[in-house]
Structure formats: C-alpha cells, structure tokens
C-alpha cells in the first residue's frame, strides 16, 4: 500500500499531518467518478492504477478493458480480456461476452457469434445469458451468421457420439432399456461421479417401468448438482407420472426460466415441459430453437406443432405438420394429425391432445404391429426406439389384445433387450397364465436360456427343458389337429412318422404365433395336409384325392394347406 502525506496549514499557522492512502480501492472508485462524468481518459488512468496496485486480480482487468472499450480501442480491450481467461481466471465466463461485444463492434461476426457461445455454453444461466442469446440472434438474423453455430454443435455431435456408448446413451437411442439398466448400474459403480449414466439410468429405469428407483436416481443427482438439467428434467416427468400435483410448479420452475443452446438439451427441456402439461413453455422453446436452427429437422417440426395443438393454436400446428408431410418418411404421422385437427375443429371430436414423439399414437402403432411385421425392412423397425419404447409400454399397461400383440412382436424382435423384457414379464404375479403362456411360446421361439415360472405360483423351470408342446395350450384346435393325424399314423401302423409329424406340425405353429394374419381354420383340412406332407416327405405312398375323401375336404384344401406346411419346413425349428 501506497501511504503519502500532504501538509496543511492552519489558521493558527500550525501544519496538520493528512495521511493519504492509495490503493486499488482508491483508484477504483475514482475511475467509477470519472466513467460517470464520462472523463474516459481519467477513468482510464484511474483503472490502470488498479493493475498496477493488483496485478493478479482479473476484476481489475475487465474494468480497465471496459474503458479501452468505451473510448473504441477494441484491440486493447480483447488483449486484457484475453488475458484474465488465459493466465488469471479461465472460469471468468462474463469475459467470453464481452469479447462477442468487441468483435461485434469491430464487424468481426464470426469472432462475436464464436464468442457468445462459448459464454452460452459455458454459462446458460449466466448474468449476460438474455443479452447474449439477443446478440446471437441478431448475428444470425441480420448479418448472416451461422457459420461458427453449426461448427460448434457439429463439435458437440461428434463429442456426444463418442460419449454415448460410455454412458450407455446407446442403448436408450436404439430403445435396448433392459440392456441400458444392467450396463449402466455397472458404469455407476465404477463411476460414481458419471452424472451421464446417472441420467441415463434414471431413464432406463423409467422406461423399464422401475419408477421408484428412477426418482430415488434423479434426487441424488440433484442432491449433488442442484442445477443439473437432465435431472431437472428426468424429476418433473417422475413427479408427473406419481399425480404430484402440489409440487409439479416447483419440479417445472427451472425449465421454464432457462434456454439450453445445446440442441439436444433444449430440446429435452421443451419436450419435458410437454409431457409435464406446460405447452405455451414448451411452445416458447420450441419457437426459439427453430430462429437458430438453419433447417429444422422433423423432431422439431412435429414438437413444435404438438405444443401449437396442444394450446389449441390449430393453425399454427397445420401449418408446421404441412411442413412436416413434406419429408416422406414422417408423411403418415403428418397426415394423421393434420387429419385430427379437422376433426376438432368440424366438432367431430372434443378435444386433441397430441405427444411429442415423433410418431404415431402408441395406440395406432399396435394396431398395426401386424402390417409392420410383414415389412420386408425388418430391420429397420427393430431398431426403431420408439417403436421399441411403444412396445414396451403396451406390455406394462395394454389391454389383453394389446399385450398379446407385443408378445408376438417381441417374439420377432428376437433380440437380448427383447428376451430380457419377455423374462421379466413373465416373473410378473399381476398377470394371468395366459398372458404368462404367450409370453412362454415367445421365449421358445426366440430360443431363449434362463428360468421362469409356468404360472404364478409354481417353481422356476429351465425355458429349454419346457416341453414344445406348451405351445397347444394356446389353442384346442392346434392339439386336436395334432391328437387326430398321431391318431391316424398309429391306426396305420406307421408309429415311425409320429415324431416326424410332430416336429413338422409344431415348427409351422411356431412359426406362425409370429404372424397374427394366419389361421389355422376347419381341422380336417389340416389334419389331411399334415398327414399328406409327412407321408410324402418320408417316402410313404400316398394320393391326395384318397386323403380328401377319407376326410370330407376337398383336394385343393389339402394342396394349400401342405404347401404351407412345407413352407414352414424351411424355416428354423424349436
């Protein structure tokens, strides 16, 4: 500290001793004077003093920046600030801000747009947050930017694409919940600070229908990062689907006041605020993030036009799914709600209201299954997210006819994720037998390992120890076919063909619990096609029109009906 005195006399003629003390302090404030009475080049002199009494203090730097700021040298400014980020406080985000500013003022766009995302991403939340996302828009609107905006989430795509299969994002993208729970309860032990996996698994134990342990999840993250958005956002649809009605305002604060400039962010948070029931919010965001996306892709076409349906804005909402209905492969869902939305506003229905996946209603899509499993692109479904989200869901809360549909189609999935959510079903006790059975015959077509129970209370049997022969059990008439040709083979002393016929008969039921089109119709036709297929196959002689008589069908059935049978011989058996 600079201690200096001056003497004054006295009336008396005496001299009193005034001690001054000069300091960063002291020249702050006389700079702060000087910047109010707009005497920059005293300010300037004033904040120079400030470096010079604390060398290592970056507030000192930033206000000497400031004036050079204030009188036009730019240069200056941007060297100080660079300085405080590069050797005294890298964490000093506000600097990022004021350097967009500097480059903004000096027509350097590129520099400035380059400069407020840093500060965004750095700092979403930060005390500039509003005035920077105004700057971007502005360098984007009116002086054509762009360029560094789509350089850095490029960046950031890359980033998270090398991080999704550490943290099991994976799994959750290609709808694999089951196998996304075991992989990441195993990274949180290794990890325990993987706040990644933290979030994720807290979704897969919501997809897998584990609720409680998803909300015990998102409350540790958030007990450890109070500001953590994914938690934020995973906590508001828990408390949601719990009925929490007196603490869903509080769970939706956050995400109403922040915007994310991270795409897959913002859009995790509109999208939350749409299933938590806060359309105009989600709306809001999802308005924001189409002025700074150069091209919105469908997800956010369908989102934004779901919250615009959602608060009632029909024409707003036709005009983005008319959008939407010009990329062919989302033109059916477009087409679907556009179809909706004249029925609400004809009053032929009361009320719509719309999800905010990119697809159709979970509903339709079951109804459907049975189209979808005949689709030559199988794999283009199987690894459909979700679609396997919607399955899911229809086996934890479908009717009857809804779960036995998803059975069939796990069954064609045939995947591990797939096994291990039939597994779980079938340990379920809040099921009936025949649901239990459906999913059983489903196991046995996959080729499935593992126990399971063959009702509620009975023991745990290995899956490839149950007989085949379950497989009866889901319809009288696949066993009468069967109990009528053993029947006729050992009234024809031909014993040797029985195992034969069997397998034959049992690989074509399997093969067809696949596909809910087929029917197995009057039981003399089959039990003739069987008989005549087996018989020909082992060498047996045999005439179709005797078969046809000795059972009253005609022989065109027996023809239709054996070629099927012989169909199924060419697809892998039990």
């Known amino acids: 500290m600079d201690t200096r005195h001056f003497r004054k006399s006295s009336s008396n003629g005496s001299s009193n001793v005034i001690a001054m003390n000069f300091d960063a302090a002291y020249f702050f404030e006389r700079g702060v004077r000087f910047l109010q009475r707009n005497d920059l080049n005293k ?12 060398p290592n203090n970056p507030i000192n730097y930033c206000n000497l920046a400031g004036v050079y700021s204030e009188m036009g040298d730019f240069e200056a400014s941007n060297q100080l600030l660079e300085h405080v980020l590069c ?19 000096m027509g350097k766009y590129d520099a400035a747009e380059e400069y407020v995302l840093r500060y965004l991403d750095a700092d979403p939340n930060g005390e500039y947050a509003d005035d920077a996302e105004e700057m ?14 789509e350089k850095w989430q490029e960046e950031k795509r890359k980033l998270d694409a090398e991080q999704a299969a550490k943290d099991g994002r994976y799994f959750l993208e290609n709808g694999q919940f089951e196998a996304a729970v075991e992989w990441l309860e195993a990274v949180i032990k290794e990890e325990p600070e993987n706040y990644a996996a933290y979030n994720n698994l807290c979704l897969a134990y919501y997809y897998t229908g584990q609720h409680d342990k998803a909300l015990a999840l998102a409350d540790d993250v958030l007990h450890r990062q109070p500001d953590n958005l994914h938690a934020l956002c995973n906590r508001a649809i828990l408390v949601k689907h719990f009925g929490w009605k007196d603490v869903l305002d509080a769970a939706a604060e956050p995400l109403c006041k922040v915007f994310p400039l991270h795409y897959d962010l913002a859009m995790k948070v509109g999208t939350t605020l749409g299933i938590i029931g806060y359309h105009a919010d989600a709306f809001e965001k999802f308005r924001r993030l189409m002025r700074l996306t150069a091209q919105a892709d469908p997800v956010l076409i369908h989102a934004t036009a779901a919250a ?7 024409a707003i ?7 939407l209905a010009r990329e062919s492969e989302y033109q059916a869902v477009a087409e679907h709600y556009l179809r909706r939305v004249q029925e609400v506003r004809a009053g032929h229905t009361a009320q719509l209201r719309v999800s905010y996946q990119l697809d159709l209603p979970v509903e339709e899509q079951l109804a459907v299954v049975k189209d979808k499993l005949k689709d030559p692109k199988m794999e283009a479904w199987r690894r459909d997210p979700l679609l396997r989200a919607s399955l899911y869901w229809g086996l934890r809360h479908g009717n009857h006819e809804t779960r036995r549909r998803v059975i069939r189609a796990l069954a064609v ?8 959510a039939l597994q779980l079903f079938v340990g379920r006790r809040d099921i009936d037998d025949t649901l239990r059975l459906y999913a059983i015959v489903a196991l046995k077509r996959i080729g499935a390992r593992g126990k399971v129970r063959l009702s509620g209370d009975a023991e745990e049997v290995a899956i490839e120890q149950i007989n ?6 889901l319809n009288p008439s696949w066993r009468e076919v069967w109990q009528r040709a053993e029947t006729w083979l050992e009234k024809e002393n031909l014993q040797r063909l029985v195992p034969e016929a069997k ?12 596909h809910v089109h087929r029917r197995i119709g009057k039981a003399d036709i089959w039990v003739a096609g069987l008989l005549y297929i087996t018989l020909r196959y082992f060498g047996v002689p045999i005439v179709q029109r005797e078969l046809a008589e000795e059972f009253s069908v005609a022989a065109s059935s027996i023809r239709k009906c054996s070629a099927r049978l012989e169909q199924s011989l060419f697809t892998s058996g039990i």
């Open 308 to 314: 615009a349906a959602n608060c009632e804005n029909w």
């Open 317 to 323: 909402a036709e005009r983005y799914w008319q959008m």
């Open 468 to 473: 085949p022969d379950v497989i009866f059990e």
């Open 43 to 54: 300010a300037l002199k004033a904040f120079r003093k400030t470096v010079e009494y604390e």
């Open 413 to 420: 999935v045939a995947d591990d994720d797939a096994e291990k």
């Open 87 to 105: 050797d005294l406080d890298p964490n000093m985000t506000e600097c990022q801000f004021y350097l967009a500013n500097n480059y903004a003022n």
């Open 503 to 514: 397998r034959l008969w049992l690989t074509y039921l399997y093969d067809m619990f696949l």
């Open 136 to 149: 971007l828009g502005v360098l984007l609107d009116e002086f054509g930017g762009g360029r560094a905006l």
